[in-house]
Nanobody, 119 residues
Framework: QVQLVESGGGLVQAGGSLRLACAASGRTFSSYYMGWFRQPPGKEREFVAAIRSSGGSTYYSDSVKGRFTISRDNAKNTVYLQMDSLKPEDTAVYYC????????????WGQGTQVTVSS
């Protein structure tokens, strides 16, 4: 069982930056792929970024590539999402998710943190 707690959301002006953090419980954090997803108001939840268990490979949606950076610190059981050059369309609830490296889908989700970008 993995429990995930996000932090770092808030209100920021367009062009600004925020860093989200997701703290995970458990002693096998390094065995989990970690991802960030978001749900804009009135829309479906969508993929944002993911990072392999070792941190060696990262993946991004086209909409955030070049602006967002996912990273992880396995010693601290934490995954981060650095968000730069924020746009109003980045406004959403951001969720952290985890899946065991052999699992086909994300099984564990955080409660979400609100990010609001004003124009």
């Amino acid at each position: 069982q993995v429990q995930l707690v996000e932090s770092g959301g808030g209100l920021v002006q367009a062009g600004g930056s925020l860093r989200l953090a997701c703290a995970a419980s458990g002693r096998t954090f390094s065995s989990y792929y970690m991802g960030w997803f978001r749900q804009p108001p009135g829309k479906e939840r969508e993929f944002v970024a993911a990072i392999r268990s070792s941190g060696g490979s990262t993946y991004y949606s086209d909409s955030v590539k070049g602006r967002f950076t996912i990273s992880r610190d396995n010693a601290k059981n934490t995954v981060y999402l650095q968000m730069d050059s924020l746009k109003p369309e980045d406004t959403a609830v951001y969720y952290c998710a985890a899946r065991y490296y052999t699992a086909p889908k994300y099984d564990y989700w955080g409660q979400g943190t609100q990010v609001t970008v004003s124009s």
